[in-house]
């Protein structure tokens, strides 16, 4: 079974400061891991995913997450927030054949002027 | 690549009518189709599974006879939202993977959703 957890379900920050999203998952085997964005009223975009390759993974934005296999989690970062990263962010694993994936209960980020 | 679209984008409808959505993968064969519903200000809850050809595999607490799913082709999956009700009134989001056409085989790709109101 997998299982995801967001810690926070609202984030503030102000403009210009580091973005840190946390996600932990648990898999009883080797997960691919996703970020994805979502604006009010929108569909999701996939900002990164992780799939057994390098373990710091780069996205879009400048955004980018790191998988710890040990303290199983996979954080998401941005160096400097822009008022446009105002969004829910979803944290999602999945197995390894296309069928299971679950999302975490999401994270508001709110970033302030 | 891997466009997945729905249609229609916003639906108004009567309580007791019934409503369909359709997801179409644009640019790939969609294998698997899921469909989502999202409450607002939640997460993605999972409604069902579907294969091309084969019934959907719908998750527990979702009601079979209500929510019909047909994944009849590999580029086109419904949903109709039988007897609509208020409570039926959501955001509806499908999403599809694809396999062994170049595609990341255990990647979703979402459609833009689709806004249901039931007066």
């Known amino acids: 079974a997998q299982s995801v957890t967001q810690l926070d379900s609202h984030v503030s920050v102000s403009e210009g400061t580091p973005v840190l999203l946390r996600c932990n998952y648990s898999?009883?085997?080797?997960?691919?891991l996703f970020w994805y964005v979502q604006h009010p009223n929108k569909g999701l975009q996939l900002l990164l995913k992780?799939?057994?390759?390098?373990?710091l993974v780069k996205g879009i934005n400048g955004f980018e997450a790191e998988f710890k296999k040990s303290e199983t989690s996979f954080h998401l970062t941005k160096p400097s927030a822009h008022m446009s990263d105002a969004a829910e962010y979803f944290c999602v694993v999945s197995d390894n054949y296309g069928q299971n994936f679950v999302f975490g209960p999401g994270t508001r980020l709110s970033v302030l002027p | 690549g891997a466009v997945v679209s729905q249609h229609p984008s916003r639906v108004i409808c009567k309580s007791g009518t019934s409503v369909k959505i359709e997801c179409r993968s644009l640019d790939f064969q969609a294998t698997t189709m899921f469909w989502y519903r999202q409450f607002p200000k939640q997460s993605l809850m999972l409604m069902a599974t579907s294969n091309e050809g084969s019934k959907a595999t719908y998750e527990q607490g979702v009601e079979k006879d209500k929510f019909l799913i047909n994944h009849a082709s590999l580029t086109l999956s419904t949903l109709t939202v039988t007897s609509a009700h208020p409570e039926d009134s959501s955001f509806y989001i499908c999403?599809?993977?694809?396999?062994?056409?170049?595609?990341?085989?255990?990647?979703?790709?979402f459609g833009p959703g689709t806004r249901l109101t039931v007066l």
């Open positions: 992780y799939t057994s390759a390098a373990t």
């Open positions: 898999s009883s085997y080797s997960p691919s």
């Open positions: 999403s599809a993977t694809g396999k062994g056409q170049g595609l990341p085989y255990n990647e979703q790709f």
